[in-house]
């Protein structure tokens, strides 16, 4: 196997596993700081990528990088509510009545989306998906490092939301002493709601970037929903870099279990190294003991 | 179990015996679909129900046991009395790797159930590249006479499949009646509850949690070989997926986990409402794709936000039948 070949699909795995890394950040800000696990978190990426299709295809013609602006604001306003309205007294229910709650949320997604679009598969076409830089004998898609700076762009300002703005550090004590955050006087529910909206938010922005990679189609959505969780479990649920981290992880080795084995078994060493990393390091590679 | 129970019990037991007397085969093959699911809810209620852990991939332990029986039968025309052996051989040992696993590492809570779906999903796809077992282009079993009954190979009649899923069904509603009463049954709810009280009282939790998932995945090997005989067809895109384990799972937690009447009421509940929906929209003419799922989350959601502990419970204080 040539080298430069190699090089290729592991750079290309990197890229698009930034994009994975921030629809697995959303999950696991919802997570560290709500406790809820959001099963329904593929379902709202792939409501995302509709989204981004739509206003491509609108007498507007939004690019993806544009209709990303209104996207994650439209998805914010949707996490803010959902959680203020439907999620919120579930939050001291036990996990498989949350289970259900946010599953019954995800089949109506799923259905909703089939019935507006059908059954196949959409996508988006702008002259940069074709375009490549050279460096040398590696190429690299434009599309795919658009999307990956992006990603990063948009984590790194969630880092410094959550390092040095308020409302970000109310939420990190919300997270760490539920009663003590009540006790100084926080409005924790809405917090709680804030940062599922933050949480939306991120999916959204990852979904207006996976459109330019792949195509999409409503039975896509439980497939990136496992995909989120095999991500923030590798790299420690409720950790943001652990999140990053991971999807870089399973970006690389999708890549490359396509490149050498079969790209059908790909999620196959996801699942793998899922299972021993909650074997040999259950709080994930970044994450803190409890 | 009161007086007033045992009647409706019984009045319950004799319909269910009587019905493929009567019923058109549509409804034979709804009623089979039900105790079908109701007999896998409650292998599934015996994990979570009793003991407490959240099983997510119980597809895997489907898959496993039909696979099994089902390629003994196809390649060796072994059939399916000596298959099941082999299904529960195999399913137990696939529930105690993931029970000592899980257990031994402390792994709970959400992050056992995420072990569960990993596990279903990796044999899914493992299963995908078996060519033993016909890879992605799926296992077929000749289709059975309809007009004789072969017991030794379990090809029969519909009415023989209604009456093997009733025995089923019956038999585990029985067992779990009486494990409720028994030790293991005080046990399982004692680690429930609080585990660590559990310890502390001196239960060994590992041992007791390990009981609940070998007899659950062994229970549900058992619904495995029947989907096996009864559909006759066996891909791993459809029987190890997530929506059968969701499918599974839906029927208890909507009639009631951890009650005994949970699984089989929730089972009848969802079976009829997905049917009605059919008709209902079928009838007004809005047959789009999607649409009778969307009606589904809908009633999913309302049932789980105003009955959080199931429809059972408050069904069986209208009744006067709860304890």
Redesign the interface.
């Known amino acids: 196997m040539p080298i430069d070949l190699v090089a290729n699909v592991v750079i290309s795995g990197v890229l698009t596993g930034l994009v994975y890394g921030l629809m697995a950040l959303g999950l696991s800000v919802i997570f560290g700081v709500v406790r809820v696990?959001n099963f329904a978190h593929g379902e709202m990426m792939t409501i995302a990528m509709y989204a981004t299709v739509a206003l491509f295809a609108s007498p507007l013609k939004l690019d993806p990088f544009v209709a990303l602006l209104p996207v994650a604001a439209v998805f914010f306003v949707f996490g803010y509510l959902l959680q203020a309205s439907?999620i919120n007294?579930f939050i001291t229910?036990p996990?498989?009545?949350q289970?259900?709650?946010v599953?019954?949320?995800?089949?109506?997604m799923?259905?909703?989306?089939?019935?507006i679009f059908?059954?196949d598969a959409r996508n988006v076409q702008v002259d940069y998906q074709l375009e490549s830089f050279a460096l040398g004998p590696i190429l690299v898609d434009k599309a795919r490092l658009y999307a990956a700076f992006t990603a990063l762009a948009v984590s790194a300002g969630l880092f410094a939301f959550f390092k040095f703005a308020r409302i970000g550090k109310a939420i990190r004590a919300c997270a760490d002493n539920y009663l003590g955050a009540r006790v100084v006087g926080l409005d924790v529910k809405r917090y709680y709601a804030f940062t599922f909206g933050l949480g939306s938010a991120c999916v959204a922005v990852a979904g207006c970037m996976m459109i330019l990679l792949v195509d999409v189609t409503?039975a896509l959505g439980?497939a990136y929903t496992?995909l989120a969780?095999?991500i923030v479990?590798v790299g420690g649920?409720g950790s943001m870099g652990g999140a990053l981290l991971g999807g870089v992880l399973i970006g690389v080795s999708e890549a490359l279990a396509g490149l050498f084995i079969?790209p059908?078994?790909k999620?196959?060493f996801s699942?793998?190294l899922?299972?021993l990393v909650?074997?040999?390091r259950?709080q994930g590679l970044l994450g803190r003991k409890s | 179990v009161n007086r007033r129970a045992a009647i409706l019990l019984a009045v319950l037991g004799v319909a269910l015996a009587a019905l493929p007397g009567f019923a058109s085969a549509y409804v034979l093959s709804v009623a089979t679909l039900i105790l079908f699911l109701a007999y896998t809810g409650q292998a599934w209620n015996v994990m979570m129900g009793f003991a407490g852990q959240l099983s997510l991939g119980h597809s895997l332990y489907v898959g496993v046991g039909a696979y099994a029986a089902a390629g003994l039968f196809f390649h060796f025309g072994i059939g399916p009395w000596a298959g099941v052996w082999l299904a529960i051989v195999l399913c137990t040992a696939f529930g105690a790797a993931i029970g000592f696993l899980a257990f031994r590492f402390g792994i709970s809570g959400v992050y056992f159930a995420l072990l569960t779906i990993a596990f279903a999903e990796f044999t899914r796809i493992g299963f995908d590249h078996l060519d033993w077992t016909g890879g992605p282009g799926g296992l077929f079993i000749k289709v059975a006479q309809r007009d004789q009954i072969d017991l030794a190979n379990f090809r029969g009649p519909p009415a023989m499949y209604y009456y093997a899923m009733l025995v089923l069904a019956a038999g585990a509603f029985g067992l779990c009646a009486a494990l409720l009463r028994s030790r293991a049954g005080y046990y399982w709810r004692a680690i429930r509850e609080n585990e660590e009280a559990a310890q502390a009282l001196g239960i060994n939790t590992f041992r007791w949690k390990m009981a609940a998932v070998l007899l659950s995945s062994a229970m549900t090997a058992v619904s495995g070989v029947f989907f096996a005989f009864y559909y006759n067809n066996l891909f791993p895109e459809q029987i190890f997926h997530i929506s059968r384990s969701i499918e599974i799972i839906l029927g208890p937690i909507i009639g009631g986990v951890g009650t005994l009447f949970g699984p089989i009421l929730g089972a009848a509940v969802l079976t009829i409402l997905a049917d009605g929906i059919t008709e209902v929209l079928a009838a007004l003419g809005w047959e789009i794709p999607g649409i009778k799922q969307v009606f589904y989350g809908v009633v999913l959601l309302v049932v789980i936000m105003f009955l959080p502990h199931g429809i059972w419970p408050t069904l069986a204080r209208r009744l006067g039948v709860a304890k």
Do not use: D, K
């Open positions: 696990v439907l007294p229910r996990e498989h009545s289970f259900m709650l599953l019954a949320i995800a089949i109506i799923v259905n909703g989306l089939l019935m059908g059954p409503p439980p496992l969780f095999v479990i649920l079969t059908s078994a999620s196959m699942f793998g899922l299972i909650l074997l040999f259950p």
